[in-house]
Structures are given as C-alpha cells and as structure tokens.
C-alpha cells in the first residue's frame, strides 16, 4: 500500500471539495471514532464464532469492508494532517509494545 499516494488522492479529494476547512484533527478524530463504532455494529449481536469472515454473510462482508474503509481513510487524513508518518508511528508503537511485553515475561 503507497500510503502516500492515498493522502495525496484524498487530500485531492477533500480540496475538491472544500472540506479542508472541517479536517481539523479534532474533527477527524472524532469522525474515526464514529467509524469504528459503525464496523463495531456491524459485529454487535454475533458471537465471536459468527463474526469470523468464513460465516458472514456477503452483505455483512461487503458493510464491514466498507467501515474499514472509512476507518482507514480517516487515519490516513489525520497523518497527512498532523504530518504524521503512519509506518514510523506504527514501528515505534510496535517496539514500545514489545517491550512491554518483554519486561512483564521477565
């Protein structure tokens, strides 16, 4: 994935648009949020077993594709926002993760 090329095409499109006067972070953020409750509902009445991708239902497939989606372009808008670099910010997390991990196994 050419993450930059996608916040570039969305940059374009919210330009277009006039939406840059709404992208502020604290917009954004609270847009992903709304998204990720949204892909939440898609899973709300499933039991785990239910919501693995070989028992859903095509539509409920093609409702969840579609959350993640949203999700991950209003990520994206937020790191190009922010001047962010989502693959630096998501390698620095996972160290920290591992050593955290780490140091609770030892």
Same mark, same amino acid.
């Given at each position: 994935?050419?993450? =930059? *090329?996608? +916040?570039?095409?969305? *940059?374009?499109? *919210?330009s277009e648009r006039d939406w840059d006067q709404f992208h502020s972070p604290k917009n954004l953020s609270s847009a992903l949020v709304v998204e990720a409750a949204e892909l939440l509902e898609q899973f709300q009445w499933l039991t785990p077993e239910q919501s693995t991708s070989d028992v859903l239902s095509s539509?409920?497939? &093609? *409702?969840v +594709? =579609?959350?993640?989606? &949203?999700v991950a372009i209003y990520l994206l808008r937020i790191c190009d926002v922010l001047d962010i670099d989502l693959e630096d910010a998501m390698a620095r997390k996972l160290a920290i993760n591992e050593l955290k991990r780490s140091n609770v196994s030892s």
């Open positions: 994935m050419d993450i =930059q *090329a996608w +916040q570039e095409r969305l *940059a374009s499109f *919210a539509k409920t497939r &093609d *409702a +594709q =579609q959350e993640v989606a &949203d």
